[in-house]
């Protein structure tokens, strides 16, 4: 029918970056997530203060000149610890999403592959971790295995294998009756190499917009962990732990709460954001219904 | 003569700076049926949708569409929603995507008649079960509760039919109506169509891209290309006299016999190529209880027939047969619940995967859907060579560029085009590309489901061109799977009819398709739409 009135299937690199940049949430939330990562990049080579040291004198001083977010209750500079902190939500949420994906994914393949038990047994597993709140578990695990940043990493990672798994193996299995898919396996193409070949790339889209959701729900996992004390372990400065410590402070000097929460709000929606972007950018079911 | 009920004229429409109609004329008489003919992208659909003010957003139409003394151009969107489903019905091709899943079928009828008159939940469903059965789902076997998924493709359609007629409108826009459906089907939903427009003295726009069809039915023919009116009038004159040249090729085109050196002796020696001996595909029944289930479906049952190196040979039936699932069956895609198929000396249905290799080195398929059968995001290039996966010794790099080259050039494309994506190619390019990936082994054996239903007139009659010459040069043998006849008869030796998943007549085509023994064929063949035959009975009447 009129094929050549309606945008084509076709997605090179100028086709996305057109409709990308069309994409007011997509590009919101992209500025955000390059600068939160920028800030977290430029705290290895340069904070304003060393977040270690403690200057008794300098404590909870307002935002000012010299401290541009104020200090804390040490004397410590906010803005330094929320930049080094940012380096820790990061990595721990980036992390955790790597374990999820590279776990949860060729799970999900692989049942899709094979249906039948294998796929009842795995689909079932993932519906007993799913029926446990996942930050709960995550405070069981560290509680058990000992608090820390490696710990929280693990426990959020481990939630994110079912949903990863579910995304692919939803994906893998709208694919599998496809014609092209019949042809490859008419060339005796293995249900390994087909995978590999023909759904990976198909299902890419759909991983990399639930990648980002992940993430930002990482953060989110990685402060909640460190607020109770189960992350991140002092001296490393976490967002969490900054929120914990502003909330004995919070009469005298609310900026300690105010910095921390402003810059986990702003991160969790500008990864929201891309997300929802990404997801309206790549989406096939919002693309061109043959 | 009364009044036309729609009268179209000078119609031009354009979206951006694409022009898609150029000065379309179109009158309607009360009673009348106009067939409305052309290839993919004429305008005939957009046509329907202009009448029906169901325009994309960014169209511009100029011109003069009068119904019943209304502009339909000028009129309010408030006056379309009153007019839309009351005087003009609409019926669509895809029959499962214009009903509501959710809704139960008497709901989706009623819901129009609700609307339009004001009546009352009793009345409209009294007059929605009227309306269903005079569509041919009486009550007592097609209860209102009934859901859109629960009925057949065909009878589907005719719950599409009774809402657009519900309410006896002038005018009935049918708009491919019977594309999806198999040629028994088909001739029923075109018979229900006929009697309506009989008995209520509607209008009717058939919209179709088979001559067959229209000639059949329509008392006059529009023929568009490129959005403009390439010839009208009478539909008995226009196709005998055949005076625009475009009329002409439309007409060739659809009763096109390639030109095929082996048509009258296959080549190849006798050897038996593949042999299906007593194979069986039985689908567990869908649970009744904690521990018991329904009586298995038997998609096939019990089939047995052999196909010769070099034959070409047509698997013919209704959807549902099972014809399908015994392809399927025969490309080891799937394993026979009884019996055994071998091909080239190999049991394929009882190898395994690795075992299988050489013989899914000598056999290949092409699939229906030209769309679906490429990986979106590979080159054609990829796509082409993957049987090449099936060789003992990999190619090196030049070897398969030369092997795709090789393979592209067999079916009528460049050598370039293996650097392309799917979506640079139309469905008849894609369905060439399709059949250079099925020969790129040098195959015996190619199995083709439905290869030509989803294109064009005149590309299928390319398409048919090039099996032919495949035979001729490669002596390929050839499973043609078809709901279609008269492909069975331009490009096979053998025909084969299949019925609920059995085997009812075998034999030459030839002799099969003119003197068929068996009741199933005799009904595919009295229900397949005929352009000659049509046109002579158009002359007699």
New interface residues.
Partial sequence: ?????VA???EDWRHFARKALANRSFLAGALITVFVVAVALLSFVWTPFDVTKLIITDRLQTPNAAHWLGTDHFGRDILSMIMVGSRNSIAVALIAVGIGMAVGVPLGCWAAAKRGVADEVLMRASDIVFAFPALLSAVMITAIFGPGALNAIIAIGIFNIPVFARVARGGALALWP???I?????????SGLITV??IL??IANLLVVQGTIQFSLGILAEAGLSYVGLGTQPPAPSWGRMLFEAQTMMAIAPHMAIVPGVAIIVTVLGLNLLGDGLRDVLDPRLRRQ? | MSAPVLDISGLSLSIGRHEILKEVGLTVNPGEVVGLVGESGSGKSMTAHAVMRLLPHAAQATGRIAFNGDDLIAASETRMCELRGDEIGMVFQEPMTALNPVKTIGEQVAEGIRFHTGAGRADAEKRARDMLARVGLPENRFPLTRYPHELSGGQRQRVVIAIACALRPKLLIADEPTTALDVVLQAQILDLLRELVAEDGMGLILISHDLGVVADMADRITILRHGAVQETGETAQVLREQKHPYTRQLAEASTHVPAWANAKTPPGDEHRLLQVENVSRHFPGHRTGLFSRAEPTRAVDGVSFAVRSGHSVALVGQSGCGKSTLARMILALDRPTGGAIHFDGMETSALDEHALRTARREMQVVFQDPYGSFDPRQKIGHSVAEPLHLLDRPLTRSERRERIAEALIEVGMQPSDATKYPHEFSGGQRQRLAIARAIITRPKLVVADEPVSALDVSIRAQILDLFAKLNDDLGLAFLFITHDLTVARAITHDVMVMDHGKIVETGKTGAVLDAPQSEVTKRLIAAAPDLQRAIERRLRA
């Fill in positions: 029918m009129e094929g050549e009135l084509t299937e076709h496809r014609e092209f019949l042809a490859a396996r008419a060339s005796g193409k293995k070949q023909h790339p198909n043959r």
